[in-house]
């Protein structure tokens, strides 16, 4: 069973149309909560960190918020160079870390 | 890429042969760590740091080895490569265990 799922898997929009993406975990013993964002043939970039419900951090388009059980990802009127694969990880118990699979990310001029 | 090199960025090798991947860093980081990336699956911890000679296991660690006798180099070896280890691998460090963690711009492994 995925301790990290993230939906949708892919997800298409146009240019300005706001979006969120969600991921969803079952752990327990959340220590953190952490988004990322990939382009083809590189490696994760790290956008935020949320540590407790309620959280919310923002960076130009992008506004994570943390409940306790989810965390979503707003996209507010994205522009083609936010299209990527965006990746959720939860850190929990004893020192363990998990990765969803991503939502990949096409904003279409 | 936050003082993070890895070598070789690609690598095509055969059956059989040992292979090694090496990370450096430049930003005196204790946690190193070493995933692999695949479709249809998020990143998997192959096996971690936590210091000079310290390492431990992740949750897809046969088949791979990890040395580290310095800080600022991690380095992740195939004993005998198969087909299976076909795969993107990153590293990636932290200065605190399993909070967010930067990483490195990914080896592209084949195994023919």
């Known amino acids: 069973e995925d301790q990290v799922t993230q939906s949708p898997e892919a997800l298409r929009l146009q240019e300005g149309e706001s979006s969120s993406l969600n991921c969803s975990y079952t752990?327990?013993?959340?220590?953190?909560l952490f988004w990322y964002r990939q382009d083809p043939g590189k490696g994760p970039e790290f956008l935020f960190t949320?540590?407790?419900a309620g959280e919310e951090k923002e960076k130009e388009r992008l506004k994570a918020t943390l409940t306790k059980k989810e965390s979503f990802l707003h996209i507010t009127a994205p522009k083609p160079e936010d299209s990527a694969t965006y990746l959720c990880?939860?850190?929990?118990?004893?020192?363990?870390?998990?990765f969803g699979k991503g939502n990949q990310v096409v904003v279409i001029p | 890429d936050a003082g993070i090199t890895q070598s070789p960025r690609h690598k095509v090798t055969e059956t059989g042969t040992p292979v090694t991947l090496r990370c450096h860093q430049t930003?005196?980081?204790?946690?190193m760590y070493w995933y692999r990336q695949d479709p249809g699956h998020g990143l998997r911890l192959i096996h971690y740091?936590?210091?000079?000679?310290?390492?431990d296991k992740g949750e897809v660690s046969d088949g791979y080895s990890v040395s580290r006798s310095k800080t600022e180099d991690f380095l992740l070896t195939l004993e005998s490569a198969t087909s299976s280890q076909t795969s993107v691998y990153f590293c990636?460090?932290?200065?605190?265990?399993?909070?967010?963690?930067?990483f490195g711009a990914g080896t592209r492994l084949s195994v023919l």
């Open positions: 990636a460090i932290s200065e605190v265990d399993r909070s967010f963690q930067y």
């Open positions: 752990v327990s013993g959340l220590r953190g």
């Open positions: 949320l540590y407790s």
């Open positions: 990880a939860v850190s929990y118990g004893n020192n363990r870390l998990a």
């Open positions: 930003e005196n980081h204790r946690y």
């Open positions: 740091s936590y210091g000079v000679k310290d390492t």
